[in-house]
């Protein structure tokens, strides 16, 4: 295993060009911009020394919804590991070009909150590449330590369409989880992309605009799947134990500006959350994202 050590934040802007490669007609197949299929980079890359702005916490907690609190939400250290999550995902030893992947499941561990004065440390891997019965799936695994204390973990299972046909060897964490009915409704404007990637770094362009969205395939931007997450934890926050474990799916992305509703509700030890649209019609409201919260 390999390991690299990285003394600030990669810098997301030349990521995304260099992720833009690979779709380039020619240029996608040449040495150094083509991935290796059916390969997992055995590297783990490192970033010591995190420590928090308090004015980027406040423009996070903003956008997302938080209140303002001596820990970090749970959702807060995804932004120290996105820089070394890009330029994993871009490095040619990945096995999909990152433009053409798909954030469908996320599961984060809080093991203890992380106090806003803490500096901790991040390492980022990739593992499990594994089949998919319409594609492949590969997850990325991402730490923060403080000192010795694992205080926090995250896994992005990451789907990649093509070259598929086989049943997952275990079932989806939540494919017996529906969303429940809404209490609250939100309503997101054209922008909360734009927003959402000046405070996280997560430029790509399906979010930043219809022109851009439409570039890849999109009627018009949508919504980062880890601002549903985070937006959704911020709405039950005050009811979230110290040490818990969060899943969330991303079944339909939402098409901005859009006007969703969501649903929470307690069961037994676990809390069952969900975003959701509206019916069309004789169309059932599509399900956005469901989530799961259990003590850790």
């Known amino acids: 295993m390999t390991v690299r050590q990285f003394e600030r934040a990669p810098a997301t802007l030349p990521l995304y060009l260099r992720a833009a490669l690979p779709a380039i007609p020619v240029v996608g197949n040449l040495p150094g911009v083509r991935h290796v ?17 308090l004015a980027d916490l406040a423009a996070y907690a903003t956008v997302c919804g938080f209140s303002i609190r001596d820990t970090l939400p749970v959702t807060y250290p995804h932004m120290a590991a996105f820089g070394l999550q890009m330029t994993l995902m871009t490095d040619t030893a990945f096995p999909f070009a990152p433009m053409g992947l798909v954030h469908l499941r996320n599961s984060i561990t809080q093991h203890r909150p992380i106090a806003v004065t803490e500096s901790y440390a991040v390492s980022v891997q990739a593992t499990h590449l594994r089949e998919h019965p319409k594609g492949r799936l590969i997850d990325i695994v991402s730490v923060a330590r403080v000192g010795a204390e694992t205080v926090w973990e995250e896994t992005m299972t990451l789907f990649r ?13 939540l494919d017996d989880v529906e969303a429940p009915a809404g209490t609250a409704t939100w309503s997101l404007d054209a922008g909360l992309g734009r927003r959402y ?9 399906i979010h930043l605009s219809r022109l851009s969205a439409k570039a890849f395939g999109f009627p018009r931007q949508i919504a980062h799947g880890m601002w549903t997450k985070a937006r959704a934890l911020a709405a039950i926050e005050n009811r979230l134990p110290g040490a818990y474990t969060v899943d969330a799916e991303f079944r339909r992305p939402i098409l901005l500006p859009a006007e969703v509703t969501f649903g929470h509700v307690v069961e037994g030890d676990r809390q069952l959350f969900g975003v959701t649209g509206h019916a069309r019609g004789d169309k059932p409201a599509p399900t956005h994202l469901v989530g799961r919260v259990v003590p850790a």
């Open 37 to 53: 299929p059916g390969s997992v980079p055995d590297v783990t890359l490192v970033r010591a020394g995190v420590t928090t702005d």
């Open 161 to 173: 369409r093509g070259g598929g046909g086989a049943a997952e060897a275990q079932r989806a964490p």
């Open 197 to 205: 990637g000046a405070v996280s770094g997560d430029r790509n362009p």
